[in-house]
């Protein structure tokens, strides 16, 4: 009998409130530990450490949500890093000179980095530019690294070409599109058979990729884990 164990897929890890290096503005997700589980998401104002941190409290149809003294929420914080989570409690609500919340700041922080060839299931129509040319395709799965291509082009091993990426994060308000430079990584089996054009699947390898694009597609391939439940934190 086989008892080797296999590695977590996701490796949680302690840190401190420092290590997550967050900025004022940075977006929180509020979820509530009480039935039914709630998220939304306010940005960080400021910290004090070792006594509070201040969020702006999410508003849901004009209307700031309604939060308690005391009330336990888990918080999430989505970076360049990786995903950060900590457990606290709202200090108090306060309204006045806008609204927002003081939260109990966190002995320790929990924290998970996605490897870069982690990869979520979308369905995202795309266009391929390969040589100056474009063509339609479709996006089957995407990470940080790379992504799943199908479209009607005929392409190799070690091509160049750039595909557009777009993605919404409706709770994040947040909608991202951008030409992403890309390679041929490795061909495989044509796909629909049965259609008189059949569709080639690629696998991508991104390149170049800003520091934007990655952390946009950090925030997504997070939330899509998360909304997934095979991401817990």
Known sequence: MNTTSQPPRFLVTQYQFDDMHLRVG???QLESRAHPVQRHYGTLVGFSAGQSVLVKTPF???????YADGQALTARAFTGMGVFAFDTAVQRVCVSPFHYLHLDFPATVRGVQIRATER??????????????????MISDIGIGGAMLECGRQLHAGDSLSVYVSFALEQ????????????????????????????????LEFENLTLG?????????YHQLLQDHQLLI
């Open 26 to 28: 940075d977006r929180f």
């Open 60 to 66: 849901v149809d004009g209307l700031p949500v309604p």
């Open 120 to 137: 979520v299931k979308v369905t995202m129509p795309t266009q391929v530019t390969v040589a100056g040319t474009q063509a339609p395709g």
């Open 172 to 203: 994040m308000q947040l909608k991202a599109g951008f030409e992403a430079e890309a390679r041929v990584h490795h061909p495989l089996e044509s796909t629909q058979r049965d259609q008189a054009l059949p569709l080639h699947c690629y696998g």
């Open 213 to 221: 694009q990655r952390v946009m597609l950090q925030n997504f391939v």
